[in-house]
Structures are given as structure tokens and as C-alpha cells.
């Protein structure tokens, strides 16, 4: 009988320490430790590449009248990024920010900004090595783009919608700084203008964590 009190009294006694080592082991799945990106978050890029914008004034009577048309042809173009957010997991960040496209052929110019939502995601993340730095994102979003220097009245394309998608990847990285190529093509288009254009060029992301 002294024996059976003897464990029994022995087992209370653990049984807090076991209960409070479970506790400390089990967070409930949220204390998953970052280990390359973590809290705030913002890129900024800037891109060369071969880009066109084509179309009419924002005004019915003359939209689809050749007359008013404008075009930039196939030619080189450019565009730029800011974003800022925060990453959510390693393999996922979000922001807010904005964009900018140009292209021009010789007097004919067409150029605008665009306020973008910033969507991001390093697929190849859970296998380790350098694939953790490889990015795929998208950038949606409104603005207005316009055409100078051809037509009588300048192309206009009013309140435009905006659908981008490229890749990046972080090739060096220093402290809380990436840096490295980006990859990228936009789509900008309205009832009265379309434009669109690819670009290569640079891109540089800073994350507070981890």
C-alpha cells in the first residue's frame, strides 16, 4: 500500500511540469520563426524594355475615329515601382504602392501612373537553397496613361485599369537588403486607350525581419 501512495504522489508531482513542458513545446501553430523575411516590407524597381500605347481622346465622338488616333508603335519604353507592406510568412508579402509606364517614338510620347496592389510569392520556398529567393507576383490597379505629340487632341485614356505580372529574384542580400533582377509585363487599358510593354532591370527589397 505504501508503494502504490509512493507513485501515486510521485506522478502528482510531475504532472504539473509535464502539463507546463507540453505547453511551452505547443504554441498552437502560430509561433512559426521566420527565417528570411518577416514584418515590414517594400521593394522598389525600374525596368527597361520595348513597350506601345495606342488609342483615342476620352471623349465618345471621337473614340474609334481615326482621325484621333494615336499610336507610339513598338518601341522602347520603361517603368518604375514602389511598394510598401509587410511579409506575412517567408514565402508571402503583400503591399500597396505605384507604378509608372512610358514609351516613345520619336515626338510621339505616351506615359502615366497607376496606384498598384502588390501580391507576392516565393513558390519554390519549402525547398530550401537559393529557390527560396526565386518571387512570382502580380500588381493590379487603376490610373490614367496619355498620349502626346501625334493627333490634334492627345490620346487620353481617363480612369484606366492596370494587370502586371513578373518574377524576381533576390540574389544578393545584404543585412535587411535584397537585391536583384526582375522580370515584368503590364497591361494598362480603358474604353479609349491600351498600352502594354515587357521589361528586365533591377529591383531592391528591404524587410525588417527576421
Do not use: C
Not at 504522489?9 to 511551452?24: D, I, Q, R
Not at 511579409?87 to 517614338?105: E, K, N, P, Q, Y
Amino acid at each position: 500500500m505504501k508503494r502504490v501512495l509512493a507513485a501515486a504522489g510521485l506522478l502528482w508531482a510531475l504532472t504539473p511540469s509535464t502539463a507546463h513542458a507540453a505547453e511551452k513545446l505547443w504554441d498552437g501553430g502560430y509561433g512559426i520563426k521566420a527565417e528570411r523575411r518577416s514584418g515590414f516590407a517594400g521593394g522598389v524597381s525600374f525596368g527597361l524594355g520595348v513597350g506601345s500605347a495606342s488609342g483615342y481622346p476620352n471623349a465618345v465622338s471621337k473614340i474609334d475615329d481615326p482621325t484621333y488616333r494615336s499610336s507610339t508603335g513598338t518601341t522602347g519604353g520603361s517603368t518604375f515601382s514602389l511598394w510598401l507592406g509587410g511579409a506575412i510568412r517567408d514565402w508571402f508579402t503583400v503591399g500597396l504602392g505605384f507604378s509608372t509606364f512610358g514609351a516613345a517614338s520619336g515626338k510621339i510620347k505616351a506615359g502615366g501612373n497607376a496606384f498598384i496592389l502588390h501580391v507576392e510569392a516565393f513558390p519554390l520556398f519549402n525547398q530550401g537553397g537559393r529557390f527560396r529567393d526565386l518571387a512570382l507576383f502580380t500588381n493590379v490597379g487603376a490610373g490614367g496613361l496619355a498620349i502626346e505629340g501625334d493627333a490634334a487632341d492627345k490620346a487620353n485614356g481617363g480612369f484606366m485599369s492596370v494587370l502586371g505580372f513578373g518574377a524576381s529574384f533576390e540574389l544578393f542580400r545584404f543585412g535587411a537588403v535584397a537585391l536583384g533582377p526582375v522580370v515584368e509585363g503590364t497591361y494598362r487599358f480603358s474604353q479609349s486607350l491600351t498600352a502594354g510593354g515587357v521589361f528586365a532591370g533591377v529591383r531592391t527589397t528591404i524587410y525588417s525581419g527576421p
